[in-house]
């Protein structure tokens, strides 16, 4: 015998902004699917199924962060209802993974107080108000007659704007979102899709220059070493883009011979870099940045004339190193 699903229609409700680190960025899709709901209801948890994780591949919330998400709702309410797409009778979740999974914890800690045994997360003042039923419902914007593509960029805006994203999530949102717009541009004959870039279109909606764009997407190319390399912070997104640019012989090579030294030297690096290279340029370009990295030159004038000198000795080289950073602390 199956269930029957609770899906309450609501009177349209107002519910107050969440404080956001990006509160400032407006993502089409998920700002229209917030301001302009099909309709508003009170959803039974139960009903709700997550969204595909090659949709969703953003993590869930664990810990310290997660246990400050739940007391937040219940302390404070609700503060924003969950997105959902409904497809005949099936209702997915694209925004507010973390939100219903926090009523579900709620709901489970009041148990545990109503059974008589303490919470780990919840301070109970009254216990004439424990009621674990309050939390069966959550209030959601359904979205119904949406694409899969418009629904991946509900799911891929949502966590954008909400969350602090690290350069994984972040190169993966960028490249995601750049695919459905890409997509969309050539299936629409839309007004607004003409005479503007895909990159423009992104750069726009994620606030970033159109430039960051390009080399995000770049990184579609790079090899998976020197990926990690950039995800850890080892490797600036302007060269990792121009390693991605080589051929993949050329970044198998260097993830092999010349990795370290390219982080040592990143700035001469990029410099060097051209899309044509080959491992044999790579070594030449790499040996002579090593040689020019292992003196220091100095010009001086000395009596009206430019004399120029080269300090090869380690000692003195690290001396030099030392009293010029002195006199930039002086001054």
Do not use: C
């Not at 960028?174 to 895909?198: G, H, L």
Request: charged share 35%.
């Amino acid at each position: 015998m199956s269930k029957t699903k609770k899906i309450d229609i609501g009177s349209k409700m107002s519910f107050a902004n969440v404080s956001l680190d990006r509160s400032s960025y407006s993502l089409a899709p998920l700002k229209e699917a917030e301001e302009k709901p099909d309709q508003i209801v009170r959803i039974d948890v139960d009903y709700l199924e997550t969204a595909p994780e090659e949709w969703n591949f953003y993590p869930r919330l664990e810990g310290e962060e997660f246990s400050k998400l739940v007391k937040s709702i219940y302390e404070h309410g609700l503060l924003h209802p969950i997105v959902v797409r409904k497809q005949r009778d099936r209702h997915t979740i694209l925004s507010g993974h973390n939100r219903v999974r926090a009523f579900a914890q709620i709901k489970k800690e009041l148990q545990e107080i109503k059974n008589g045994r303490n919470s780990s997360l919840l301070e109970m003042k009254d216990d004439s108000v424990i009621d674990p039923q309050e939390y069966d419902q959550i209030m959601a914007v359904i979205k119904e007659d949406i694409s899969d593509d418009e629904a991946r960029e509900i799911i891929i805006d949502a966590n954008y704007v909400q969350r602090q994203l690290g350069q994984k999530l972040m190169t993966r949102s960028i490249i995601e979102k750049y695919k459905i717009i890409q997509q969309r541009r050539k299936s629409s004959d839309e007004e607004k899709y003409k005479n503007i870039k895909t990159r423009e279109i992104v750069a726009r909606e994620f606030k970033l220059s159109g430039r960051h764009i390009d080399r995000y997407k770049k990184l579609e190319s790079l090899n998976e070493t020197m990926l990690n390399e950039f995800y850890e912070g080892k490797l600036s997104l302007e060269l990792a883009a121009k390693l991605a640019g080589l051929k993949p012989n050329v970044q198998s090579y260097i993830t092999k011979m010349h990795l370290r030294d390219i982080k040592k030297y990143p700035a001469k690096t990029l410099a060097s870099l051209k899309p044509s290279l080959t491992q044999t340029d790579m070594d030449s370009i790499m040996n002579e940045i090593k040689e020019d990295g292992n003196h220091i030159k100095i010009s001086l004038r000395e009596n009206g004339k430019n004399r120029h000198y080269v300090i090869e000795e380690p000692e003195i080289m690290e001396r030099i190193k030392n009293l010029l950073a002195e006199h930039a602390n002086d001054n």
